[in-house]
């Protein structure tokens, strides 16, 4: 059977209002995915690396993180830390200790500190370098890395608060980094990681470090024949051709019968 909005609230007025503040949030956790999804390459399954802090936080609250992260992402989640993480937990004692229990269950990802540990903050930004390339969530109650987080683009935070866990909304330093993406400024994570792809899949890449290690070996070729011609010397004027004697003996000959034919005429006349 159904009642109307206010009847709902008159007799259960609490549940009602933490109904529509979990409708609100789901919503608004749904678009937030959707937009590092598109514009930075997010897929299932999330990691989320997680430190002490948000841990004690979620014993105080009362909080299964195992089971609502997984609902309030709407998709599979891998629960990580690092060691720097636990060693931290372990040095600050038993006011930590329930924290500490719930840290070692989730995986210990590899961090640069493994010989000489840092600050679980520290160790956290560090995990992320510059752009977050393993796509990492970061659940965390710690000021200090909440700010650092927000300046590097693409790192969503998660953090607990009013008994609930909450995504928060998207960076100015991602909202900037999209922009410049959609202006041709950049070139977006997703679009590198499909450009390798198609390279391997093609084979490029590969050929062009074949390419850069060998030295190309020139080949044997054949002498120019124009090279080989000797060359001809400057000033030197070329030499007249030289008649036939034929030809010179024609033109005597020839001249000889005219000046015989010019005597006969003479003669007659006489």
């Known amino acids: 059977m159904l009642f109307p909005l206010g009847q709902l609230r008159s007799t259960d007025g609490k549940r009602v209002v933490y109904r529509v503040h979990a409708i609100k949030r789901q919503k608004q956790a749904k678009k937030t995915i959707s937009f590092y999804k598109y514009n930075f390459g997010f897929r299932?399954?999330?990691q989320i690396l997680i430190d002490g802090t948000f841990c004690q936080a979620a014993l105080k609250n009362k909080i299964q993180?195992?089971?609502?992260m997984p609902k309030y992402?709407?998709?599979e989640v891998q629960l990580c830390t690092t060691s720097c993480?636990?060693?931290e937990l372990e040095t600050l004692g038993k006011q930590l200790y329930g924290a500490k229990i719930i840290l070692q269950r989730f995986q210990v990802r590899k961090c640069p500190h493994f010989k000489e540990p840092v600050s679980a903050s520290e160790c956290l930004l560090s995990m992320l370098e510059e752009t977050n390339p393993h796509h990492y969530f970061v659940a965390t109650q710690d000021y200090t890395v909440t700010t650092g987080l927000k300046k590097i683009p693409g790192v969503p935070l998660l953090y607990i608060i009013l008994n609930t866990i909450v995504l928060d909304k998207p960076s100015q330093a991602s909202l900037d980094h999209v922009q410049a993406v959609q202006l041709g400024e950049l070139v977006s994570p997703?679009?590198?990681q499909s450009i390798r792809t198609l390279k391997e899949e093609q084979g490029i890449g590969q050929k062009d470090r074949e390419r850069r290690g060998k030295k190309r070996?020139?080949?044997q070729s054949n002498p120019n024949p124009l090279s080989c011609l000797k060359k001809k010397k400057k000033g030197v004027p070329t030499p007249p051709l030289k008649k036939t004697e034929q030809e010179g003996k024609r033109k005597r000959s020839r001249h000889k019968k005219r000046k015989v034919e010019a005597g006969d005429g003479t003669a007659a006349n006489t």
């Open 44 to 46: 299932e399954p999330f």
């Open 65 to 68: 993180i195992k089971e609502q």
């Open 73 to 75: 992402l709407m998709g």
């Open 85 to 87: 993480a636990l060693k």
């Open 190 to 192: 997703a679009q590198q």
């Open 217 to 219: 070996k020139r080949k």
